[in-house]
């Protein structure tokens, strides 16, 4: 009984060790941002298997909010490498014959994104085997900015700072002094390590050209400073110098504003002798208002003449109109005092003539246009002459 028990193991282990394994043991890699990561995946057949060769190789994204996805496939003699957006183009196989047990990989130009766990899965009935890849994508330091956050004099205290624009943590700093017998402060020893140097009491010993070294699993990068520890600055004589330029700007800001001032002042000076010139000249008369305003004057007295009064009128050119420049108003003559008891006869012009239509001489045209009045106003000047 125990000898039968013995061979049935014997066989059982027999058929599990000649059946399809993956050699390829389970493994973590880092690599760094833009890189190309490599997934191993070996694996060996045995004589039972006969079925038709099966690839897959499948992502188990690290937020763990995704599926799995497939990523590359090889079935029925053809690759598949179009399953999964994010690494299209970018995934691989490395052998071209992978009946020859060789279904590794290559990730290209490696993102972030890519981080995860990468199973690979051969099936050659009735083999079946898989192992598992932890791929870890890491960004390199980089952009790394060394600078002097201080006054750089005699006895000031300042910091030297190293900055790294990027870079996946942890982070390593090493500083290390490149000049002047490359021999570091005592007091600085504890910060050597440490993005910032703290300096206290500043002297010129620590003038010279320092290099600051930041360093990650998957690279490194460098940035140097040149440290020049002076006597301090003349601050009094700065300090003069500034106030002397601020009271000759203020002075020079007086001037313009005088000056301005002054300018509107004479312009509004101006402004006022001419409206006050203007106010106490009269406007000028037309000659039509005048000649006008004396016919007015004529005829309003035309109205109360009389045969025995007109006699007296004394006589005036029928062509002496008044010009613009006359300004007193004409004085009536002296008439003789009217009859009560006779009646206001009317001058009847003498048809009978024939100098004019109304017995009365023609007047010129230009007489007419610069006197600037009208048929009737002439006939009543006329009527008056006669």
């Not at 038709?52 to 909010?65: F, K, R, V, Y």
């Not at 993005?195 to 460098?222: F, H, L, M």
């Not at 006597?231 to 020079?252: D, H």
């Not at 005036?316 to 008439?335: A, G, I």
Request: aromatic share 6%.
């Amino acid at each position: 009984m125990a000898l039968l028990l013995r061979l049935v193991l014997l066989c059982g282990v027999a058929d599990f060790t000649s059946s399809l394994s993956i050699t390829t043991p389970d493994q973590m890699i880092e690599k760094a941002k833009g890189e190309t990561a490599y997934l191993p995946c070996k694996f060996t057949l045995s004589p039972e298997d006969q079925g038709p060769l099966d690839i897959e190789w499948l992502l188990s994204p690290a937020d763990n909010q995704k599926v799995d996805q497939v990523i590359i496939l090889y079935s029925g003699d053809k690759i598949y490498d179009d399953y999964y957006q994010d690494l299209k183009g970018r995934v691989h196989f490395t052998s071209s014959d992978l009946k020859s047990g060789d279904a590794s990989i290559n990730v290209t130009n490696l993102r972030l994104s890519d981080i995860g766990t990468y199973q690979c899965k051969v099936k050659k009935a009735p083999g079946v085997g898989n192992k598992k890849i932890q791929l870890t994508v890491l960004v390199k330091p980089s952009g790394i900015r060394c600078y002097v956050d201080g006054s750089e004099e005699i006895g000031n205290d300042f910091k030297l700072k190293c900055e790294p624009k990027e870079g996946s943590l942890p982070l390593q700093y090493e500083w290390q002094k490149l000049s002047n017998s490359q021999k570091l402060p005592t007091l600085w020893l504890p910060d050597m390590k440490s993005p910032v140097i703290s300096v206290k009491n500043a002297s010129t010993e620590y003038s010279g050209t320092y290099s600051c070294t930041v360093t990650n699993r998957v690279g490194s990068d460098q940035c140097q400073l040149r440290l020049n520890v002076v006597p301090p600055s003349n601050r009094a004589g700065t300090i003069a110098g500034a106030v002397v330029g601020i009271l000759l700007a203020l002075v020079l800001i007086g001037l313009i504003v005088f000056c301005c001032r002054k300018k509107r002042r004479e312009e509004k000076y101006e402004k006022e002798v001419h409206h006050d010139i203007r106010e106490d000249v009269p406007p000028p008369k037309s000659r039509a208002s005048t000649a006008r305003s004396y016919i007015g004057s004529n005829h309003s007295s035309l109205g109360s003449m009389s045969p025995s009064n007109m006699e007296g009128y004394a006589k005036t050119q029928y062509n002496q109109v008044p010009s613009e420049d006359f300004e007193r108003t004409p004085q009536s003559p002296t008439l003789a005092p009217a009859k009560p008891s006779s009646a206001i006869l009317l001058v009847q012009p003498d048809f009978s003539r024939s100098q004019g239509s109304l017995g009365f001489p023609p007047l010129s045209p230009l007489l007419k246009q610069m006197s600037g009045l009208s048929e009737v106003e002439h006939l009543y000047i006329r009527m008056i002459n006669t």
